[in-house]
T-cell receptor
Framework: DQQVKQNSPSLSVQEGRISILNCDYT??????FLWYKKYPAEGPTFLIS?????DKNEDGRFTVFLNKSAKHLSLHIVPSQPGDSAVYFC????????????FGKGTRLHILP | KAGVTQTPRYLIKTRGQQVTLSCSPI?????VSWYQQTPGQGLQFLFE???????NKGNFPGRFSGRQFSNSRSEMNVSTLELGDSALYLC????????????FGQGTRLTVV
């Protein structure tokens, strides 16, 4: 039972354009959402998060949008750079219950020159 | 501030053996979570320890166990290894107050032959 779903295993985007990574969740109790980035042979690193009381959070080139009614969130990277090529994991938790963090299967982003 | 340290980085074991992996969290972090990463399956939650108590558990068989020591260091043990246990095992530590991110180590690559 995948509570956090990333339906696109991979995505290719031209350098300089916008990358949009999507994530859906099924557990309506999730109230805290995170994005992680992972390079090969390294552990995931935290990118950006959003609480359910917000619908947008921005940090430099990275913006996360949350649509609670659709149980959908997305990560926008603008402009995309070669170093953004990595696997991106969407994650969620019932933060107010201090619960575990559940991850999606990841989307591999390729930034094309 | 030192990051999350996992040892060993690489491990090769024979089917039927048992293995112990170690994780030292970031100083001051009392929560340690373990994840298994296999191709196509993303990061699957194994368990979480907080102040030496297992607080959450994922859907893994009893062959997978763990513990946490008073200094917050954690160990994960897998007994009677199977070929399918070959994976990257990641440890993450966090403050585990409400809505906080987790910080990952580089992982232990376990190969079962």
């Amino acid at each position: 039972d995948q509570q956090v779903k990333q339906n696109s295993p991979s995505l290719s985007v031209q350098e300089g354009r916008i990358s949009i990574l999507n994530c859906d969740y099924t557990n309506s109790m999730f109230d805290y959402f995170l994005w992680y980035k992972k390079y090969p042979a390294e552990g995931p690193t935290f990118l950006i998060s959003i609480s359910s009381i917000k619908d947008k959070n921005e940090d430099g080139r990275f913006t996360v949008f949350l649509n609670k009614s659709a149980k959908h969130l997305s990560l926008h990277i603008v402009p995309s750079q070669p170093g953004d090529s990595a696997v991106y994991f969407c994650a969620a938790s019932e933060g107010n219950r201090d619960d575990k963090i559940i991850f999606g299967k990841g989307t591999r982003l390729h930034i094309l020159p | 501030k030192a990051g999350v340290t996992q040892t060993p980085r690489y491990l090769i074991k024979t089917r039927g053996q048992q293995v112990t992996l170690s994780c030292s969290p970031i100083s001051g972090h009392r929560s340690v979570s373990w994840y298994q990463q296999t191709p196509g399956q993303g990061l699957q939650f194994l368990f979480e320890y907080f102040s030496e108590t297992q607080r959450n558990k994922g859907n893994f068989p009893g062959r997978f166990s763990g513990r946490q020591f008073s200094n917050s260091r954690s160990e994960m043990n897998v007994s009677t290894l199977e070929l399918g246990d070959s994976a990257l095992y990641l440890c993450a530590s966090s403050l585990r107050t409400v809505n906080t991110e987790a910080f990952f180590g580089q992982g232990t690559r376990l190969t079962v032959v």
